[in-house]
T-cell receptor, first 119, second 114 residues
């Protein structure tokens, strides 16, 4: 069964450093997402990406964050200057394109996550 | 704004007993609803989803959920719990302009005692 993969599984970085989290979505999916889960808190939406541009982002996703699909298979999340409060589990997800009324996306499938620790 | 409430933070059941995990949502229109499960160190695995139609939906691993619009609920059930069901369970609603922004509940941690 196809699955979303993420690398690395665990990333440790110093405050102020840049990190890039990588994801390989399911190959025929067209919609891509990043979520994060701070320890002990809810899973939170960060950003959705379609047709090489951001389709929606949360207030968490400020100028320190960026996403990119550098080639036909990878989807990355970059944090330019990490803060202590960026420590969290980051999940990538992907979904297919299905029209349901005004909605166009189907079930989101999640990767195993990258645990980011900022020291 | 859309929101999801899972009132139970922890639930402990005996192996073989039945299970019901509660989920209430706040959403203006017909919601798209999901249950995901997360085992320790693992990602989020989809158990089942409701988009439309039959309000009782079947999922993987013997789980089912019932959408009740009048109660704004989407409770997850299993008739007989196995030790391997011990995990954290998340209810989510599709939100945002295109329904592709998932809003999650806080999760319910299920413990199974033998």
């Amino acid at each position: 069964e196809p699955e979303v993969t993420q690398t690395p599984s665990h990333q440790v970085t110093q405050m102020g450093q840049e990190v890039i989290l990588r994801c390989v979505p399911i190959s025929n999916h067209l919609y891509f997402y990043w979520y994060r889960q701070i320890l002990g808190q809810k899973v939170e939406f960060l950003v959705s990406f379609y047709n090489n541009e951001i389709s929606e982002k949360s207030e968490i996703f400020d100028d320190q964050f960026s996403v990119e699909r550098p080639d036909g298979s990878n989807f990355t999340l970059k944090i330019r200057s990490t803060k202590l409060e960026d420590s969290a589990m980051y999940f990538c997800a992907s979904s297919d394109s299905v029209e349901r009324g005004v909605w166009y996306t189907d079930t989101q499938y999640f990767g195993p996550g990258t645990r980011l620790t900022v020291l | 704004a859309q929101s999801v409430t899972q009132p139970d933070i922890h639930i402990t059941v005996s192996e073989g007993a039945s299970l019901e995990l509660r989920c209430n949502y706040s959403y203006g229109a017909t919601p798209y609803l999901f249950w995901y499960v997360q085992s320790p160190g693992q990602g989020l695995q989809l158990l089942l989803k409701y988009f439309s139609g039959d309000t009782l939906v079947q999922g993987i691993k013997g789980f089912e959920a019932e959408f009740k619009r009048s109660q704004s609920s989407f409770n997850l059930r299993k008739p007989s719990v196995h030790w391997s069901d011990a995990a954290e369970y998340f209810c989510a609603v599709g939100a945002g302009e295109y329904g592709n922004k998932l809003v999650f509940g806080a999760g319910t941690i299920l413990r199974v005692k033998s």
